[in-house]
């Protein structure tokens, strides 16, 4: 009946990890772990509100500020925070906010507040703050290890030359 031709009529789909078109016709591009390039920042947090502080080291860990940001790929950058021990919590909060621990033993539950953890250790803090912040699996914990705090002004990755991070809000807490 028909002739046949050696061209079929059927759409070829595209291979799964290969880039896509979506409909409007835009590329979209996955970037993989051996191509993510990383830098080392410096942010200083004397006197910022702990919270506001975390959300933007956060965006920095997870690598959200990139334009070939993807979700499943490690693509965020090193943090380096000084003046930990310099960081505020408003109002109240400083004397209500605890934070919870277990011993790992049966009924080894014990609550510490924030201003005896500022006195012991001010870097866990930041650390438990931005910790909150990242996602809860291996791709988070992996996350959390390029964050590196200290309670003063000095810090050892002098080596890795580490560029000053201007935050991009700036929202300095109540000092007292």
């Not at 990890?17 to 390039?37: F, L, P």
């Not at 942010?43 to 499943?72: E, I």
Request: a positive charge; glycine letters at 10%; charged letters at 25%.
């Amino acid at each position: 009946m028909f002739a046949s031709s050696n061209k079929s009529n059927v759409t070829k789909e595209p291979l799964p990890g290969v880039m896509t078109m979506n409909q409007h016709g835009n590329i979209t591009k996955s970037i993989r772990e051996q191509d993510v390039q990383r830098e080392w920042w410096v942010v200083d947090a004397d006197g910022l509100t702990v919270g506001r502080l975390a959300t933007q080291l956060a965006t920095l860990l997870r690598g959200k500020h990139k334009p070939l940001f993807t979700p499943h790929v490690d693509c965020g950058d090193f943090v380096v925070v000084v003046n930990a021990d310099k960081v505020v919590m408003e109002g109240k909060r400083a004397e209500q906010k605890e934070y919870f621990h277990n011993t790992g033993y049966p009924g080894g539950g014990r609550m510490r507040s924030f201003s005896k953890l500022m006195q012991t250790k001010p870097e866990e803090v930041v650390e438990l703050a931005v910790k909150g912040m990242l996602p809860k699996n291996t791709l988070g914990r992996l996350m959390v290890k390029k964050l590196k705090v200290y309670a003063g002004s000095e810090h050892p990755h002098a080596a890795q030359q580490p560029k000053a991070y201007e935050l991009p809000y700036k929202h300095l807490g109540i000092k007292g």
